[in-house]
């Protein structure tokens, strides 16, 4: 792994994309003759690479760009999905036995990347509780996998390989997506189980089934309120419902949103395993408020109360565009990172 300096400057994965970055992934649009649908995405990902670069920071994605949502990589590894569309956007559903006929996509996302960059790379991976409540239908899917869970035993191998590919690929950091664990801060999303905490243990084993061992490359979960742009988010609380369910993670990093009003206060922070790293959600990634470096600079050292700065991070609360409809200007987005960057940069020379 490439060494890195103090306080990275970081995205979480997601960056806003362009139309034309969405025709490019609507089914209906997209080029029939591959190398031109490669030339021209290649060419898309050259340009947010750069823009990530040009702002400052230290780790770069390549925006999730081949993807159309930042879960449907998985049905492009895998087969056994249906795809419609569903109120103008693309869904999947596990039919059939899934099947892991596609190998090392997120791999080869990750080769391309390491190819441009001498920046510290990151790939993003859905989690297989995320997957079971966005996939799993109790009647479309029951013919190929009885229960959610069944399907999440399925989904454990695949995504284990995936890890272990990616490292070999040269990729520094591997984040798995979890948003919908961190929904169960919220009394409102826990009112809706019968066994709320059955539902964590279930997430919680499941991607440690897929991480414990695994060594060379850092492991992140990255823990959100669901992200729906300018209109906010989902779930409201801190993180203190779910602490001990974050303990027992086999992860190195925690990528937690803490801009927005509803996350709680840091004092979680001091509760994590020892020497545990932080992707600090110190910059909003909903609003159209540029964050001033400043700001960003004090809900950082506020962290450090509990924190030391080499376990320090710096991330926006979530990415830019989860999904293909998110509609959030690169131009804004640009601004926050390199304001991002210059914290950091701040950061640094008081705390070097």
Same mark, same amino acid.
């Given at each position: 792994?490439?060494?890195?300096?103090?306080?990275?400057?970081?995205?979480?994965?997601?960056?806003?994309?362009?139309? /034309?970055?969405?025709?490019?992934?609507?089914?209906?649009?997209? #080029?029939?003759?591959?190398?031109?649908?490669?030339?021209?995405?290649?060419?898309?990902?050259?340009?947010?690479?750069?823009?990530?670069?040009?702002? !400052?920071?230290?780790?770069?994605?390549?925006?999730?760009?081949?993807?159309?949502?930042?879960?449907?990589?998985?049905?492009?590894?895998?087969?056994?999905? *249906?795809?419609?569309?569903?109120?103008?956007?693309?869904?999947?559903?596990?039919? &059939?036995?899934?099947?892991?006929?596609?190998?090392?996509?997120? +791999?080869?996302?990750?080769? %391309?990347?390491? +190819?441009?960059?001498?920046?510290?790379?990151?790939?993003?991976?859905?989690?297989?509780?995320?997957?079971?409540?966005?996939?799993?239908?109790?009647?479309?899917?029951?013919?190929? %996998?009885?229960?959610?869970?069944?399907?999440?035993?399925?989904?454990?191998?695949?995504?284990?390989?995936?890890?272990?590919?990616?490292?070999?690929?040269? +990729? &520094?950091?591997?984040?798995?997506?979890? #948003? *919908?664990?961190?929904?169960?801060?919220?009394?409102? =999303?826990?009112?809706?189980?019968?066994?709320?905490?059955?539902?964590? &243990?279930?997430?919680?084993? *499941?991607?440690?089934?897929?991480?414990?061992?695994?060594?060379?490359?850092?492991?992140?979960?990255?823990?959100?309120?669901?992200?729906?742009?300018?209109?906010?988010?989902?779930? @409201?609380?801190?993180?203190?419902?779910?602490?001990?369910?974050?303990?027992?993670?086999? =992860?190195?990093? %925690?990528?937690?949103?803490?801009?927005?009003?509803?996350? !709680?206060?840091?004092?979680?922070?001091?509760?994590?395993?020892?020497?545990?790293?932080?992707?600090?959600?110190?910059?909003?990634?909903?609003?159209?408020?540029?964050?001033?470096?400043?700001?960003?600079?004090?809900?950082?050292?506020?962290?450090? @109360?509990?924190?030391?700065?080499?376990?320090? %991070?710096?991330?926006?609360?979530?990415?830019?565009? #989860? !999904?293909?409809?998110?509609?959030?200007?690169?131009?804004?987005? /640009?601004?926050?990172?390199?304001?991002?960057?210059?914290?950091? +940069?701040?950061?640094?020379?008081?705390?070097?």
């Amino acid at each position: 792994m490439s060494d890195r300096p103090l306080f990275p400057a970081s995205v979480v994965g997601s960056m806003p994309r362009s139309q /034309y970055v969405r025709d490019l992934l609507d089914p209906d649009l997209t #080029p029939n003759d591959p190398d031109r649908f490669r030339k021209r995405m290649d060419a898309a990902v050259d340009y947010i690479v750069a823009l990530q670069e040009m702002s !400052g920071l230290d780790v770069v994605s390549d925006g999730e760009y081949r993807r159309r949502s930042y879960i449907g990589i998985i049905a492009d590894v895998a087969s056994g999905f *249906h795809l419609e569309r569903n109120d103008g956007l693309w869904w999947h559903t596990v039919v &059939d036995t899934l099947d892991h006929s596609n190998p090392g996509l997120a +791999a080869k996302e990750a080769e %391309y990347l390491r +190819a441009r960059t001498d920046r510290l790379i990151k790939v993003c991976l859905p989690s297989p509780y995320l997957l079971a409540q966005r996939m799993w239908d109790p009647e479309r899917s029951k013919h190929a %996998y009885g229960s959610r869970i069944d399907f999440m035993d399925a989904l454990v191998p695949i995504l284990r390989k995936e890890v272990e590919l990616l490292r070999e690929a040269g +990729a &520094d950091i591997v984040q798995f997506d979890a #948003p *919908h664990l961190c929904l169960f801060v919220d009394d409102r =999303v826990r009112a809706e189980y019968d066994d709320p905490d059955a539902e964590i &243990d279930l997430c919680v084993t *499941h991607l440690n089934e897929i991480l414990d061992g695994v060594e060379g490359i850092t492991r992140c979960i990255h823990l959100c309120r669901r992200n729906k742009g300018r209109s906010g988010w989902v779930g @409201e609380g801190s993180y203190e419902p779910i602490l001990p369910a974050l303990q027992s993670l086999n =992860v190195d990093q %925690y990528v937690m949103e803490f801009t927005i009003p509803v996350a !709680g206060n840091l004092d979680v922070l001091k509760e994590l395993p020892v020497g545990s790293q932080v992707g600090l959600g110190c910059v909003d990634c909903r609003g159209e408020i540029i964050d001033p470096v400043d700001e960003i600079v004090s809900r950082v050292e506020k962290a450090l @109360e509990h924190l030391s700065p080499e376990q320090i %991070y710096l991330n926006p609360d979530c990415g830019f565009a #989860p !999904g293909n409809a998110a509609d959030i200007p690169i131009d804004e987005a /640009y601004a926050k990172l390199c304001n991002e960057a210059k914290a950091a +940069a701040v950061l640094r020379e008081r705390h070097s």
